[in-house]
T-cell receptor, first 114, second 112 residues
Framework: NAGVTQTPKFQVLKTGQSMTLQCAQD?????MSWYRQDPGMGLRLIHY???????DQGEVPNGYNVSRSTTEDFPLRLLSAAPSQTSVYFC?????????????FGPGTRLLVL | SQQGEEDPQALSIQEGENATMNCSYK?????LQWYRQNSGRGLVHLIL?????REKHSGRLRVTLDTSKKSSSLLITASRAADTASYFC????????????FGDGTTLTVKP
């Protein structure tokens, strides 16, 4: 299994541009989530999904959209990039939504917005 | 706001010494998990301790949980240079559909 994969690894955007960060998992996990990590800080939840067709907002959802059309994929869209969205973005998945479930993280996407 | 707060923010020790990191949180939890993050990489799950457990071991890792003080500690014994990383605690409740709330992490440097 490849686990959780993310593309691209690194991206530079200009203010106002839009883009989609890709996330895929091959473990048939129902639960997927997106986090951002700013320098020297922990992860903050952006959006999450408990299954195909179901998404919900996390702690910092503004400026981001998600969709979950398949179990495997959970793309994160930046609608109009802003410098404040410069961060490292991590996608994670787990087999269930129960609190005992372990989350598996992707390697991250480093985003720089100029 | 962050649920978990780690202490200290940074820790530097010699190889072979023990490293202790602490995590405090604010609300009642179902479990607390510790993760490691090597520089430039994603997070790797280390250990989960449930709210009804007080101590848990995994190899050189020892985790304690004190729900009355809303705190947890991670002890790494006989540290190695390869243990150099950032360590995060994350909490989960029964009502948040599996969402984890992370602290800001402790950066551990183990000098060879």
């Amino acid at each position: 299994n490849a686990g959780v994969t993310q593309t691209p690894k690194f991206q530079v955007l200009k203010t106002g541009q839009s883009m989609t960060l890709q996330c895929a998992q091959d473990m048939n996990h129902e639960y997927m989530s997106w986090y951002r990590q700013d320098p020297g800080m922990g992860l903050r939840l952006i959006h999450y999904s408990v299954g195909a067709g179901i998404t919900d907002q996390g702690e910092v959802p503004n400026g981001y959209n998600v969709s979950r059309s398949t179990t495997e994929d959970f793309p994160l869209r930046l609608l109009s990039a802003a410098p404040s969205q410069t961060s490292v973005y991590f996608c994670a998945s787990s087999s269930g939504t129960g609190p005992q479930e372990t989350q598996y993280f992707g390697p991250g996407t480093r985003l720089l917005v100029l | 706001s962050q649920q978990g707060e780690e202490d200290p923010q940074a820790l530097s020790i010699q190889e072979g010494e023990n490293a202790t990191m602490n995590c405090s949180y604010k609300t009642s939890i179902n479990n607390l998990q510790w993760y490691r993050q090597n520089s430039g990489r994603g997070l790797v799950h280390l250990i989960l301790i449930r709210s009804n457990e007080r101590e848990k071991h995994s190899g050189r890792l020892r985790v304690t949980l004190d729900t009355s003080k809303k705190s947890s500690s991670l002890l790494i014994t006989a540290s190695r240079a390869a243990d150099t990383a950032s360590y995060f605690c994350a909490t989960r409740t029964n009502t948040n559909a599996g969402k984890s709330t992370f602290g800001d992490g402790t950066t551990l440097t183990v000098k060879p």
